[in-house]
């Protein structure tokens, strides 16, 4: 099979219902390059086959970009086709070359943490019962028994060098100043090895991916071809970006992450109520189930209403109860309206509220429990104590949304949130949160007295 890709004429704004599973991700913006489009649709067509994508523990969790790759998994699933999920015990232990740098090597014992930490991250969003279950794998299980002269002799023979170097993260790395280690060159001899074994093992004829791994990708059909004489799919998605050409996914310069411990529900929903108006259509396209007429109408809202945020507020509902189900979502939306006086504070379980808080600005108060107006300029809405008793005096200043009347009063115990919060709100938008005593340290700690 040849290594140029096709590159997929997109038309996300095609309106006609997706016939086939390989035509709806090419509507929803999920096909970016393919070794031989039109062999990949005879194949998927005449069906079903077995698709795989890996995913290495280099984090105790997912990202953003993964749910992409998660996401294709579920359309060729539900589409009647077999799913693999590997999982890299062993590619973990390597790393994938980054362009700039070399990886730091985790332990074995990190890194098969973060292995099961993963397996149990991906199974809410396949189906690993009924009639067509997804099959969870782990590299190391094949990796780990082989020698390093069987690697060589039975992997290693099949590869050519000046292919490998040819490789866009290996050139990177040759041409800078850091160099790369033969260990992390060989990585592509691992995922080679994946495609391979998955084809002999389970019949596995297409791997999908991101349309930066084209390389390592690549690597797996080669083996095969040289190896078997057989030839596969593979399907890599594009870079999601927004109208300036930036990669969506960081918040605040962090990764948005699966892990509720990483990036909280609250945050999470967050950060897809805050997308652009420009981008919004897409991202429904790439990360949620609504058809075309729904996005259609969304965008059409989004045209004429931007400041209803429609569009974004269905985008942010239905990923995040898709990674952290319904439950979560609903927390979200109240506390994201209680903050603004839209709800009952008192109703928000602690951790959310927490969560929402840091959003907001979250700052640590220690000692004795300061004025309103001592509050107001720890929490940084107002600069100086005497701009704090002017904005109560003019009724600007709330507290857990009641409106405070006198600059000098100071919360008492019945009045604090979970026994330690206070909201403070300046105006309609102006919004921080208070932390009474000790905290967890992630809060900015400010020492006041009244």
């Known amino acids: 099979m040849p290594e140029t890709a096709a590159v997929t004429d997109l038309d996300p704004t095609a309106s006609a219902a997706p016939p086939s599973v390989l035509d709806e991700l090419r509507w929803r913006g999920l096909v970016a390059l393919t070794t031989d489009e039109h062999a990949l649709a005879q194949a998927l067509a005449a069906g079903p086959i077995t698709a795989y994508c890996g995913f290495d523990p280099t984090a105790p969790s997912l990202h953003f970009g993964n749910l992409v790759q998660l996401i294709v998994l579920r359309h060729l699933q539900r589409a009647g086709h077999r799913v693999i999920c590997l999982v890299g015990g062993s590619t973990g232990l390597i790393g994938d070359p980054r362009p700039t740098a070399e990886r730091v090597l985790k332990t074995k014992e990190q890194t098969a943490e973060w292995v099961d930490r993963i397996q149990q991250q991906v199974r809410p969003f396949l189906e690993f019962a009924g009639s067509n279950p997804a099959i969870m794998v782990n590299n190391l299980d094949w990796t780990a028994p082989m020698s390093a002269l069987d690697f060589l002799r039975e992997i290693g023979k099949h590869f050519r060098v000046n292919t490998m170097l040819r490789k866009d993260a290996v050139a990177a790395r040759l041409a800078s100043d850091e160099g790369i280690s033969y260990t992390e060159f060989s990585y592509q001899l691992l995922q080679g090895m994946d495609y391979l074994h998955l084809f002999r093992e389970y019949g596995c004829t ?15 059909t080669d083996l095969i071809r040289r190896a078997t004489g057989e030839s596969v799919h593979l399907l890599a ?92 979502t609903d927390a979200a939306i109240a506390a994201s309206a209680a903050l603004f006086g839209r709800g009952d504070l008192a109703s928000v379980d602690e951790p959310t509220l927490r969560a929402a808080l840091t959003e907001a600005g979250l700052h640590q108060v220690s000692g004795e429990v300061p004025t309103v107006a001592a509050l107001l300029v720890a929490a940084g809405l107002v600069k100086s104590l005497s701009e704090a ?21 100071v919360p008492v115990a019945d009045e604090l949130l979970h026994g330690r919060y206070l909201v403070l709100r300046r105006g309609k938008r102006s919004v921080a949160g208070i932390e009474l005593g000790a905290g967890s340290g992630s809060a900015a700690e400010t020492d006041i007295q009244a």
């Open 206 to 220: 297409l791997q999908t991916g991101g349309q930066d791994q084209w390389g390592n990708l690549t690597a797996g």
């Open 389 to 409: 008793r002017r904005v109560v005096a003019e009724g600007g200043a709330s507290v857990n949304n009641a409106r405070v009347g006198e600059a000098d009063h």
């Open 237 to 328: 998605t594009p870079l999601i970006t927004d109208s300036h050409g930036q990669k969506f996914g960081k918040s605040e310069g962090n990764a948005v992450w699966l892990s509720p411990e990483m990036t909280s529900p609250y945050a999470f929903y967050q950060y897809w109520l805050g997308v652009e108006d420009a981008s919004v259509g897409q991202l429904l396209r790439v990360f949620t189930d609504r058809g075309p007429d729904e996005i259609a109408d969304l965008e059409r809202q989004t045209a004429q209403r931007p400041q209803a945020r429609a569009a974004q507020r269905v985008l942010a509902g239905d990923v995040t109860t898709l990674v952290h189900g319904a439950a979560a």
